[in-house]
Structure formats: structure tokens, C-alpha cells
């Protein structure tokens, strides 16, 4: 098949031009397990601006910005392939040339895989897209491979205080599903308000979970300090270094308990 990303050249007038679409609006688009579009809804088609004859049949990186970086691709096939349902913020452009961004849950589906999209607008984007700039311009400037560039979009997250993707994914799609409701003058019904709390909850464990493996990592000069000093005490030391050993095997058990 045709790589289409090719075939149509997007008008460099509109390169920063956004595309609108509305708050309330979600659009979706099916693809094969290769990534081929088989189906979407008109919201897709009519925001993508290509007929249904140039999408159906073309590869989905059609509507790939060049602004975003390889590894939010590379993190986003390697976890669909594993059977993950992924959420991630993508800078997507249309055949004009204009650009829009969305949230996006990609989940694998019989024969393929189906990614629903809904407008970003919470503060949790607005740090993403910075990370992207920021991720992209590594890559430019040191070469990166796809796989190094999302090992640096996973630190990121950690950084950010998410003990892992799924922490962060979870909890962006609930912030971005309170600021959507917020936005069209609504409120989040009761399960998704349970949703949010129990992800804000679990993004404050890991933040205190990291804290804590920080000071455990802080104190284990302790025992190295104690030993120190049983060796100038010669004989008398023999306690303290007996003290020490046991203050160490206690951090060991405790840090291993907090990591797990």
C-alpha cells in the first residue's frame, strides 16, 4: 500500500492555524492491527478535512504532526500490542495543514484497534505539550531512537510524581473529563466523580510512596557511620556494629516493602 502521508501535501499557510472542533463533540476511527483506517465517525472525517476515500484504506499516520515525538508513538504501540488500553495527548494535522490536538484512548479491538478522542483542555495538557517540545528538540539535536525518546516520556511521568504510565494515563483522563464537563457548564456523574477521587488518591500515594523511598535512601549512611565508629572503639565497638547491621537488614526490608 501507498504511504499517503506522501501523497498529499498540507499548505504551509495553515501551519499554525488550529482546527476547531467542539468541547462536546468526540470523534473515533478504527483501524486494522497494522494501523490501516477502516472506519471512523464524521467528527474525524470532517476535523481531518480528507474525503472517506483518502482516509479509508490509509495508514492512520495520515494525520500525524510532525511536532510530535517518536516516542509517544513507540510507548503507544508497544503498550496496544501488549493488550493495554492507552491514553495519550496527540497533536494531530489535518490535510490543510492545520493542527489539533486531542486526548486519545486507544484500545485493541476485534481485528484491530479503536481510538476515541475528546478535546484536551485541563493543566495536565499543558504540561504534556511542553514535555513533547521539549522530548522533540532531544531528538533532533542527539538522535534519539524511539524506544530512548519514550524511556525519556516515561521518567518524565515519574518526575511528574506517577509511579508509572498507567498512573498518569488514568489520572489525565479523569482531570480531562472534569475539565470537559466544567467547560460545557455540567458536572461529572457520580461514578466519574468516584473515578477522579480514587486517581487523585492513588497519584498522592505514589507522590508520598517516593518521598518515602528518598528518605530511606537518605538515611542508609546511618549504619555505614555507626560501623565507622565501632571500629575506633576497637573491642567496646562490638555492640554498636551489631546494632548497625540489624539498623541496615530494617532500611533493606522497609524500602523493598515501600517499592512493592
Same mark, same amino acid.
Given at each position: ?6 501523497? /498529499? ?5 495553515? +501551519? ?10 468526540? /470523534? ?50 508497544n503498550r496496544i ?6 491514553? +495519550? ?35 495536565? /495538557? ?54 470537559? +464537563? ?28 517516593a518521598e518515602m523511598?528518598?528518605? /530511606? ?12 565508629? +565501632? ?30
Amino acid at each position: 500500500m501507498t504511504d499517503q502521508t506522501s501523497v /498529499f501535501a498540507a499548505d504551509p499557510a495553515y +501551519a499554525n492555524s488550529e482546527a476547531q472542533f467542539g468541547l462536546a463533540e468526540l /470523534f473515533y476511527s478504527r483501524t486494522d492491527q497494522r494501523g490501516v483506517i477502516q472506519s471512523g465517525n464524521c467528527v474525524f472525517q470532517r476535523v481531518a478535512d480528507y474525503d472517506w476515500p483518502e482516509l479509508i484504506g490509509a495508514p492512520h499516520k495520515i494525520i500525524r504532526h510532525p511536532d510530535m515525538p517518536k516516542g509517544v508513538f513507540e510507548l503507544l504501540w508497544n503498550r496496544i500490542k501488549a493488550g493495554k488500553p492507552t491514553g +495519550a495527548y496527540v497533536k494531530n494535522r489535518c490535510k490543510t495543514g492545520r493542527y489539533y490536538w486531542v486526548f486519545a484512548l486507544v484500545s485493541p479491538s476485534e481485528g484491530g484497534y479503536i481510538s476515541t478522542r475528546i478535546k484536551p483542555t485541563s493543566d495536565v /495538557f499543558g504540561l504534556v505539550s511542553n514535555l513533547y517540545a521539549d522530548v522533540l528538540e532531544r531528538e533532533k539535536k542527539l538522535g534519539l531512537s524511539p524506544r530512548e525518546s519514550a524511556d525519556i516520556i516515561e521518567d518524565a511521568v515519574q518526575a511528574l510524581g506517577f509511579s508509572n504510565y498507567d498512573a498518569f494515563q488514568s489520572h489525565a483522563l479523569a482531570i480531562e473529563f472534569e475539565a470537559r +464537563a466544567s467547560g460545557m457548564g455540567g458536572v461529572i456523574d457520580p461514578l466519574q466523580r468516584r473515578f477522579l477521587d480514587m486517581s487523585r488518591a492513588i497519584t498522592q500515594v505514589g507522590v508520598e510512596t517516593a518521598e518515602m523511598t528518598e528518605a /530511606f535512601m537518605a538515611i542508609r549512611t546511618v549504619p555505614m557511620n555507626m560501623r565507622l565508629i +565501632a571500629t575506633r572503639l576497637e573491642s567496646a565497638g562490638g555492640p554498636i556494629s551489631a546494632i548497625s547491621v540489624n539498623y541496615s537488614q530494617m532500611l533493606e526490608e522497609m524500602s523493598m516493602w515501600v517499592k512493592t
